[in-house]
């Protein structure tokens, strides 16, 4: 296994669910990723969607050593510098294409690259890839689909993305080749504008509880 398979699975052992981030404001950051982390969620993923998202994954860095602090949405090899740059400690795309693979793997950090079909699994595969983020997961055919892959490509990881609440989490879990499962439902944008920090750290802790 290549360094960055073995740092890769270290990444979706660490907890079940990555919180998967839209930040609108930097001033949110840091108690959103404190409330998470309270909660048992230490893995996060930033999505570089915002202006800010960058400011936000070095405030976070910055201020929680303890966060393992990742970047999602990263998908050109542009963006993977800047995320690098930002102090990302993994790195997420939606999909995957030879010149993002090629950036990833540059980038010596460990990261989960989009794959859906049993075609793009096998060009991770080719890369010696081992994980992929399956997105979008309910629009693609969620847990039945992915049990499906699990026949003929049984070695691919799948960190499942998109339509996922808690509920669902649990039966994604319970698959062999689910790690961890990403979704933004434990950080819900009203209570991030409100600062309901509370209840970020209620919904995170419930999800840290999903696998023991
Ligand atoms: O931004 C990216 O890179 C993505 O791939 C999309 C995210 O993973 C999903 O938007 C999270 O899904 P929800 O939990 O349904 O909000």
């Known amino acids: 296994m290549s360094a960055i398979n073995h740092a890769t699975a270290e990444l979706v052992s660490r907890a079940p669910v990555i919180p998967v981030l839209v930040i609108d ?3 949110t950051a840091v108690p959103l ?3 998470l982390a309270a909660g048992g969620l230490t893995v ?3 999505t570089m969607r915002t202006p800010v998202a960058l400011d936000c994954i070095r405030a976070i860095a910055d201020a929680l050593p303890q966060v393992m602090i990742g970047a ?3 998908n050109n090899p542009a963006s993977v510098k800047a995320a690098v740059a930002a102090g990302s400690r993994f790195l997420v795309s ?3 294409t030879e010149a993002l693979l090629d950036a990833f793997l540059d980038s010596g950090l460990p990261f989960l690259a989009g794959a859906v079909t049993a075609s793009e699994v ?3 595969a080719e890369r010696g890839l081992n994980h992929a983020k399956f997105f979008p997961a309910e629009p693609a055919g969620g847990t039945n689909y992915i049990k499906s892959l699990g026949g003929p490509l049984p070695e691919m990881r799948f960190c499942p993305t998109g339509g996922i609440d808690l ?3 649990k039966e994604y879990l319970k698959l062999p080749n689910v790690p961890c499962v990403g979704g933004s439902w434990v950080a819900p944008a009203d209570a991030v504008k409100a600062g309901d920090w509370a209840r970020i750290e209620t919904l995170a802790r419930e999800a840290a509880g999903l696998k023991g």
Do not use: F, I, Y
Request: glycine fraction near 14%.
């Open 25 to 27: 404001d930097l001033k």
């Open 33 to 35: 990723a404190t409330a």
């Open 44 to 46: 996060l993923e930033v």
């Open 72 to 74: 999602g949405t990263v």
């Open 94 to 96: 939606p999909g995957s």
């Open 122 to 124: 096998l060009g991770l």
């Open 167 to 169: 509920a669902k989490a």
